[in-house]
């Protein structure tokens, strides 16, 4: 068994899209007509990134601080560095891992954690 792919929920799909394409450096898959507006982004060979534009079922409910401690999912990237750039300029906060890992956390426009690990 492997992974296939994962999803988040997003409120506004196009301002999702500029986040994951030009901030974090994804790529657009092909994504079958699913009867709702979404993207899914090529992670490695063969697994994805599935944003859904629907109703967000934990709309209301409090999220942790650190994205750690929050629903999330992680990637790994060669250089942690160039990310941290490109945050920085976008203006997207993170924080480092607590665990001392090379690894750190940041949310996407909707406050989905994401981890990401040299």
């Not at 709309?59 to 790994?76: I, K, T, V, Y």
């Not at 060669?78 to 890992?101: C, F, H, M, N, W």
């Amino acid at each position: 068994m492997r992974l296939h792919h994962v999803a988040v929920v997003v409120s506004d799909l196009e301002c999702s899209a500029r986040f994951y394409e030009q901030v974090i450096g994804l790529e657009q898959g092909l994504r079958p007509d699913l009867g709702f507006p979404g993207l899914f982004y090529r992670l490695g060979e063969e697994q994805q990134l599935h944003l859904m534009q629907i109703d967000d079922p934990c709309n209301g409910h409090p999220r942790p601080e650190h994205g750690g401690r929050d629903h999330h999912f992680s990637l790994s990237i060669d250089s942690l560095d160039r990310l941290i750039s490109r945050l920085d300029e976008a203006d997207v906060p993170y924080t480092k891992s607590r665990s001392g890992r090379a690894a750190i956390f940041f949310r996407d426009p909707d406050g989905n954690a994401i981890e990401i690990i040299q």
